[in-house]
């Protein structure tokens, strides 16, 4: 079997398994996750947790609705989460990819069992169904409406009645092709390539302008899924469908380096990127090669917070300004942008490129996971007194649950490269390359980041003249040093770079690399009192109390070590001298699984703080004791927002106002969505308006159908937004957990805008 890696497929050397060859240079080949074994640390410790979890997961749960759909009788009930809604089968899709890769990371024959079943019983619905397959409810007449010209799109969540049925079998074809490279399981690259067959000839008869109304609609990454299958097959036809995945509303801007990403759901665009990055490779044509670089430019510096993630509410928001909530950094979005720089960097090892994934690597994706029981989040929200979520074991299955499975077997992935006669050493996890195209084989023993120093120890039967590559860490300001079979070598690189090693090497040889954390802060981007403290690459967690106040930091010196001081030997752990009203110990923030903490800190001079200390603790008394009282909340023509609280409503418009605020309203008809509510208390319910609306806006606003109030809005508070509170009944919340909020038009007139939904104790 090939060690072909894929998921997203990035070229590997000497390839000789996929029909279609880089049309371009690739100048750093990843080596393939076959090669690689984990040694004792944190990350080998998440891939156990991961793995303990998937291998307790029964396919056949998995595989209700594909066989339901194919006309078999289930064998086991459904899960629960996504995969019990029109999403049925895109889990399992992400469940086929982690399964190859946990193959593929360890060799072990009972993961391989699973993947063997699961793809009999795919083939089985496949043959049954005439060539296509899949668990989507009702999916063949979703595309038969299609194909009749029935294409209607609601915000990019829903294709008719469906939601997001591309993205769905976006995970499918993935999980195909994944097993197909990782395993050579022939019988799973016939079904991805018979499932494309059907696509290109089921699809054939829709206009250029219907594919593109068809696209609004999220489609994950079916353009990357196509262009691999392309890949392996060399079929025009294939290459013709993963073309028409082209998303010209979104994709042109970029291809002309303008920035219209506000307002945008993040990850419905992410994934688009990386597929426009492997038709470069597959075809060599620079639009494609300009709006991969100039997306990763953009969002990486104008779009991150400082764990390597991006997003609030899972939108992008305006370049260079970024907001703090319980919904900050969905962890979809940076397991896709890790699959992004892994392409960028095979075509150009800018040292750039592998700085930003080892902070993405270990301060999202790492503390992502629970590493005690192996769940993770959704969310990883970097604001004061935040907590993590983490998924449970069987009825969860969101989407960052699918890509979890994923992130957390594959670690060994990217921490070498390679070319003919030269091995970059882009990480620094504890780890063994077998390098079978060299005989040679490579232990790199560290443990960094607890240390400052990795050793990298050569083995081979004869001596080779090679040129190894060594990070140089934008972080290690403070030093770094390399070191060949003890003596010290002469750097003519800056941080930011590689070191670049030629010489024959022995049996033995070692190179020792020696780089200095020290201390520093990154402020979020627009605001110049918010900042976040690191520790080298790694994010430091403050551990705070559910119910302290705000802490601030007064910095009395520039120099953040004169008041944030070690508590430990190992330099890791901090404790802050500063605070106000009390300090904080400061941990890694991929070691912080329980209790709260706070990642952005207000910072101010003291001469700064005595200016606004009064006003600033008023401002946190209010929304902390607004917050202490919310009892849910709603974001309307937000995806996931919409999903979660039922909405539903006839007539309905929606757009993106003022400061980038999304609403919705609806003409002469209603809109409506379920709020959680507490059963023992009762409940007011808070509408935030826009305050130069109005002519025509009367509405009644119902709660469970019984009519609580009369709105109309009149303008009267011209380029503000406003809140309204309105009092609920507790006889409409008595013995409930969720209530249906309804704004409904009077005869003529438009219900809302809204641009925000709370509900409280009262």
């Known amino acids: 079997m090939s060690g072909i890696k894929a ?41 156990e947790a991961d793995k303990n979890w998937l291998m307790s997961l029964e396919p056949d749960r998995f595989l209700h609705r594909f066989h339901e759909n194919a006309g078999f009788e289930p064998k086991a ?43 009999a019983e795919l083939k089985k619905c496949q043959d049954a169904r005439g060539g296509y397959v899949d668990a989507i409810p009702g999916s063949d007449q979703l595309w038969d409406d299609v194909l009749a010209g029935k294409i209607h799109i609601d915000g990019t969540g829903w294709l008719n009645t469906i939601w997001v049925p591309w993205y769905n079998l976006h995970k499918l074809w993935a999980g195909l092709t994944d097993i197909y490279l990782y395993t050579g399981n022939e019988t799973a690259k016939d079904i991805v390539i018979n499932q494309t067959n059907w696509a290109c000839k089921k699809f054939e008869p829709l206009t250029d302008e219907q594919w593109q109304q068809m696209l609004h609609c999220e489609t994950g990454g079916m353009n990357d899924a196509l262009y691999n299958v392309y890949a392996i097959t060399g079929d025009p036809k294939h ?40 038709a470069y490779e597959l075809l060599g044509e620079e639009k494609n090669r300009n709006i991969a670089t100039y997306f990763w430019e953009i969002i990486t510096k104008n779009r991150s917070y400082c764990i390597g993630g991006n997003s ?28 992004l720089t892994r392409h960028l960097f095979a075509w150009q090892p800018d040292a750039k490129y592998m700085d930003y994934y080892e ?69 620094f996890i504890p780890s063994v390359l077998n390098w079978d195209r060299k005989g040679m084989t490579i232990t790199q023993q560290t443990s960094f980041p607890d240390t400052d120093k990795s050793e990298i120890i050569i083995n081979t039967d004869t001596k080779k003249e090679l040129t190894f ?43 020792e690399v020696e780089m200095i954390k020290t201390l520093r802060k990154e402020m979020l981007l627009g605001d110049d009192h918010k900042a976040a403290y690191m520790n080298g690459p790694i994010v430091l967690a403050g551990e705070t109390q559910p ?18 001081k070690p508590t430990n030997s190992s ?35 003291p001469k700064e703080w005595d200016a606004v200390k009064e006003e600033f603790e008023k401002e946190e008394e209010r929304l902390k004791e607004l917050e202490r009282l919310t009892l849910d909340y709603f974001r309307p023509n937000e995806q996931q927002q919409e999903v979660d609280h039922n909405f539903q409503g006839i007539n309905v418009s929606k757009g993106e106002g003022a400061l980038g605020r999304k609403w919705c309203d609806s003409n002469d008809g209603y809109f409506s969505f379920e709020m959680t509510v507490d059963p023992k208390v009762p409940a007011g319910l808070i509408l935030t308006y826009w305050g130069s609306d109005g002519g025509g806006r009367k509405f009644d606003i119902l709660v469970d159908d019984e009519v609580i109030a009369s709105e109309e809005l009149t303008a009267h508070i011209p380029n503000e937004f406003f809140d309204r509170e309105y009092a609920v009944p507790h006889h409409l919340t008595k013995d409930k957990t969720k209530i249906t909020v309804k704004l409904k038009a009077n005869s003529g007139n438009k219900a809302g805008g809204i641009f925000f939904a709370r509900m409280i104790k009262k």
């Open 547 to 564: 119910d302290a106040r705000t802490v601030v930091f007064l910095e009395k010196d520039k120099n953040i070590s004169t008041w944030i």
């Open 77 to 119: 009930p459904i899960y629960g989460g996504w995969e019990n809604t029109s999403q049925s089968g895109f889990c399992f899709g992400h469940y086929l990819s982690a399964m190859s890769m946990l193959y593929g990371a360890t060799g072990d024959t009972k993961v391989l069992e699973k993947i063997e079943y699961c793809i």
């Open 7 to 47: 998921q997203s497929y990035v070229p590997l050397i000497n390839e000789t398994r996929l029909s279609v060859t880089p049309r371009i240079e690739i100048k750093a080949y990843p080596v393939s996750l076959k090669q690689i074994r984990l040694l004792e640390s944190p990350f080998k410790m998440a891939m």
């Open 239 to 278: 290459l013709e469908l993963a073309r028409k995945f082209y998303h010209k509303a979104v994709l042109d801007p970029l291809s002309q380096q303008k920035d219209q990403l506000a307002g945008l759901h993040a990850n419905t665009q992410i994934p688009k990127i990386t597929g426009e990055a492997r």
């Open 571 to 605: 330099r890791t752990a901090f404790r802050s001298e500063t605070g106000f009203p009390i300090n904080l110990n400061m941990i890694p923030f991929y070691k912080k699984h329980d209790g709260n903490y706070a990642i952005y800190f207000d910072t101010f001079s």
């Open 312 to 339: 609030d509410h899972e939108h992008f928001g305006e370049s260079g300004k970024l907001t703090l909530s319980n919904t900050s950094t969905e962890t979809c979005n940076t397991y896709n942008m890790l699959k």
């Open 359 to 427: 902070r993405a690597l270990y301060n999202h994706i790492l503390a992502s996971q629970n590493p005690k029981t192996g769940m993770v989040v959704y969310y990883l929200p970097l604001a004061y007194n935040s907590t993590k979520r983490y998924s449970n074991k069987d009825n969860s299955f969101w989407c960052c649950v699918g890509t979890g499975f994923e992130n957390h077997v594959k670690y060994a992935e990217s921490i070498y490269s390679e070319n003919e006669n030269e091995l970059w050493v882009n990480l």
């Open 469 to 511: 590559h060594v990070r140089y860490p934008e972080w290690s300001t403070a030093g770094f040093k390399v070191k060949v079979n003890g003596k010290v070598q002469t750097l003519k690189t800056t941080p930011g770079s590689y070191v670049s090693i030629k010489r024959t090497w022995k049996n033995g040889d070692r190179i």
